[in-house]
């Protein structure tokens, strides 16, 4: 390694730097990086590169060398392109129909009602003002999603919701895009041809074959797993979504997603669940691991596992999924594929959990059932464990405005600035990662701990470090490209 007093300061631009493999890994704030060999990262810092080689010109139109006057536009440009959700306000609006549900799932973020229950349902004066202040965002992208307890158990005002939003938006003219979040299970023909029909997107979970989903998600009423009653449904749906894109004249092309939730059940099974997906016909899976939030604080000692345990368990399943594409059968897992959109194409993902600030109150906000906004889900999953501090007040009575200016939407975005955490500001990672100040604060106590310690920031770290090590073999880096045409 070369001694700082080597070092020709007035060549470089601001730049971070690790040791990847036998290679050093340098980033900047556009997101733009390159690899290294030790001999070339010394004359990168004492300035000796050669000009004429095709290491200087990456370094250079990388930003890495100080720009000129005339390149400081274009960097600015670029790093715009990289955080442009932070720009546009907020652009998706969560709508919890209900707390009612059918099922009790061990990983539970909310704590649901049983069915049936009353006074845990929004009616449709809260849900037209909701909709009214989604639409005096800035944002050109308006998207509803409904979020429960299972939606489903409030259908009129889920239709409801769709179509006042679609004649607000004969005015507004943007672009609206509806949502729904379900287990699928109370899901009836006629339902699902409504949605169809209103070019509702559908996502559910599935964790797996039956002997690792039936552990997670059960019913509410204990009478064994809901694998089977799902299987038929997602049957039902793909087969529908292949019946309205056949008879369809405008290329329809929306397609059932579904999310896998890791819980201890899953971590021998990295292989079985990836083939479970494609045995039922999904080109993709979404990865997630715990949440802090809801009955999960109350069932770790079940389903729980360390970081560790998690990484290995992804990367198993992550390997698995680079041989099938190797091998010819595309699969995309869908978290690396977010953060690959900022890597390889430089490009904002629209995703939370990848921007600095996250969004919470300036990117997304949620409306409860019975009208109190949150700068999040996780707010409103925050106050049902008891902690109110991420209330934005309520539909009844705050303008838009007062909203997004508002104290808990400044605290968040500090909260979430990378910025801002001891740690990160410096990482290598930085132009690529995010942080959650609600779950930190659930799990720590506050909003700045000691992010280096945290679960997520192993995670975190770990996946941008696969994700390059990867990425310096060219088999491996045409299969990410593959995932994001």
Known sequence: MISAAKINYRNLANFRFTKLDSRYLLTTDTGRWIFLTEGEF??????????????????????????????????????????????????????????????????????????????????????????????????????????????????????????????????????????????????????????????????????????????????????????KPLIKKIRNVQDAIVQKKAKSKKGFVDQLNAILTTTKFSLPYPKEIVNEYLAKGFDNIFIRPLSPFGLQRQTIDIIGYTAEEFIAFYEQALDHILELNLGGTLFVERNAALALKRILKHKDASYYEMRSPCGAGIGQMAFNYDGKIYTCDEGRMAERMGHENFRLGTVQTEIYPDIVDNEVTRTMCLGSSLDNQAGCADCVYRPYCGICPLANFIEHGTIFPQILNTDKHKINKALFDYLFSKLQDEKYRNVFESWLV
């Open 42 to 227: 010394n004359q990168f810092l004492n300035g000796t590169i050669k000009k004429d080689t095709p290491t200087y010109t990456e370094l250079k139109d990388g930003g890495f060398l100080k720009p000129k006057n005339t390149e400081l536009s274009m960097q600015a440009s670029q790093y715009l392109e990289l955080n442009a959700s932070l720009a546009q306000g907020p652009s998706l609006f969560i709508f919890v129909l209900t707390l009612q549900c059918n099922h009790r799932c061990l990983y539970c973020q909310v704590t649901p009602e049983k069915k049936g229950t009353k006074g845990f349902d929004m009616s449709k004066e809260v849900a037209k003002k909701s909709v009214d202040l989604s639409f005096r965002s800035p944002s050109r992208h308006i998207g509803i999603e409904f979020q429960g307890g299972e939606p489903i158990l409030n259908w009129p005002v889920l239709q409801y919701i769709v179509k006042y939003a679609k004649a607000v938006n004969k005015t507004a003219n943007k672009e609206l895009k509806i949502s729904l979040v379900t287990n699928l299970t109370l899901l009836d023909d006629e339902k699902l041809a409504y949605l169809l029909k209103e070019g509702v997107s559908i996502s559910c979970s599935l964790d797996g074959p039956d002997y690792v989903h039936d552990k997670n998600r059960i019913y509410l009423d204990g009478k064994g797993g809901s694998y």
